[in-house]
């Protein structure tokens, strides 16, 4: 079992910019969750996917956006990029409903200049 | 005011060591607490959870909730180089979908 796989590992973009990032769940799992981890911070919930549909969303700007393939991977879309964007991006899955179950992955590194 | 507080530390302590790690909560309808590991550079890692109020142990480790303070701990017995890492508190409550984290502790065990 892979585990949570996640890609690209880092990235560099620049301001305005758009960017898309990928995540492969573990093996069993159905439900996605994107974090936002800036540096020294604990990481910050996005949104979660569940049955291809975004059914929780955390207080980030519609800039964000995301989608789940039928698969059950999913990606992570942000427009119009901002310094402050930089920050490492974190999927996490689950199975079921069990917070216990939640598994993060390695994570994208952002880097916005 | 942040939902749930932990103090960022850095926090050292000599090899052998009884590490106590906190955090406190405001919102009473948490009911899932859960401690994470993150080394540098990598994806946090479940290394506990408690439902509602109670203690948990799993070798080393022991989680302690405490509801009518808003208080959840991590105790780490005979602590050793490698448990040198950034440790997560988190919160969920079902039906939310939400996990809230606290900004981690670093810790770092001196050989």
């Known amino acids: 079992d892979a585990g949570v796989t996640q890609s690209p590992t880092h990235l560099i973009k620049t301001r305005g910019q758009q960017v898309t990032l990928r995540c492969s769940p573990k093996?069993?799992?159905?439900?996605v969750s994107w974090y936002q981890q800036a540096l020294g911070q604990g990481p910050q919930f996005i949104f979660q996917?569940?049955?291809?549909?975004?059914?929780q969303r955390g207080n980030f700007p519609d800039r964000f956006s995301g989608h789940q393939f039928p698969n059950y991977s999913s990606e992570l879309n942000v427009n119009a990029l901002l310094l402050g964007d930089s920050a490492l991006y974190l999927c996490?899955?689950?199975?079921?409903?069990?917070?216990?179950?939640?598994?993060f992955g390695p994570g994208t590194r952002l880097l916005v200049l | 005011q942040k939902e749930v507080e932990q103090d960022p530390g850095p926090l050292s302590v000599p090899e052998g060591a009884i590490v106590s790690l906190n955090c406190t909560y405001s919102?009473?309808?948490?009911?899932?607490f859960m401690w994470y590991r993150q080394y540098s550079r990598k994806g946090p890692e479940l290394l506990m959870y408690?439902?509602?109020?109670g203690n948990k142990e799993d070798g080393r480790f022991t989680a302690q909730v405490d509801k009518s303070s808003k208080y959840i701990s991590l105790f780490i017995r005979d602590s050793q180089p490698s448990d040198s890492a950034t440790y997560l508190c988190?919160?969920?409550?079902?039906?939310?979908?939400?996990?809230?984290f606290g900004t981690g502790t670093r810790l770092k065990v001196l050989a």
């Open positions: 988190a919160s969920y409550t079902s039906g939310t979908y939400k996990y809230i």
């Open positions: 919102n009473s309808a948490f009911q899932y």
């Open positions: 093996s069993g799992h159905d439900t």
């Open positions: 996917y569940y049955e291809e549909e975004e059914r």
């Open positions: 996490a899955t689950q199975a079921l409903a069990g917070p216990e179950t939640q598994y």
């Open positions: 408690t439902y509602s109020s």
